[in-house]
């Protein structure tokens, strides 16, 4: 799933500085106008894991 892929590589930048922090939403665009919303929550290794993605209209 290219979204998955992209969101994985850009996560890195949108973890929050909290570590008590169980779940993360951040938006990306791909060009020319393609842009998702994507899910994240802490897995039992405490790691972050894909959960799911919308599309975003603008």
């Known amino acids: 799933m290219q979204i998955k892929l992209i969101a994985d590589t850009l996560l890195p930048g949108f973890i929050p500085k909290d570590q008590n922090e169980k779940e993360l939403t951040f938006h990306f665009t791909i060009p020319p106008n393609k842009s ?7 897995d ?3 790691e ?9 209209e603008y």
Not at 36 to 42: D, E, I, R, S
Request: charged share 25%.
């Open 36 to 42: 998702y919303k994507v899910y994240y929550q802490k």
């Open 44 to 46: 039992k290794k405490n």
């Open 48 to 56: 972050w894991a894909f959960i799911n993605y919308e599309p975003v």
